[in-house]
């Protein structure tokens, strides 16, 4: 499975930027898909997550309200849209994918660069 993450930026607080991550290699429905950022000098964290089926989305408590993660199985892609964005938002954000029966995420992407300033 590879994941190719795009849609990343400079944007000020406030502002609002759309993550896409496309899928390929894999049946995308197999998967659950999630977002996870890494900020510098510390460690990666869950944002969002959603099913294979596109429900059951879930939201780290940091972006619920603002972030909303959603998934398009006809282009085997997840988006993650984020809104009112704050300097601490700023990370390299990546989407990876969960197969269904697995407790790990085992395929990730590159990783795209989201800086949000004050």
Known sequence: VQ???????????????????????????SYAMGWFRQAPGLEREF????????????????????????RDSAKSTIYLQMNSLKPEDTAVYYCAARRHGSTDYNNWGQGTQVTVSS
């Open 3 to 29: 994941l190719v993450e795009s849609g990343g930026g400079l944007v000020q607080a406030g502002g609002s930027l759309k993550l896409s991550c496309a899928q390929s290699g894999g049946t995308f429905s």
């Open 47 to 70: 944002v969002a997550s959603i099913s294979g089926r596109g429900d059951q989305p879930f939201y780290a408590d940091s972006v619920k309200g603002r972030f909303t993660i959603s």
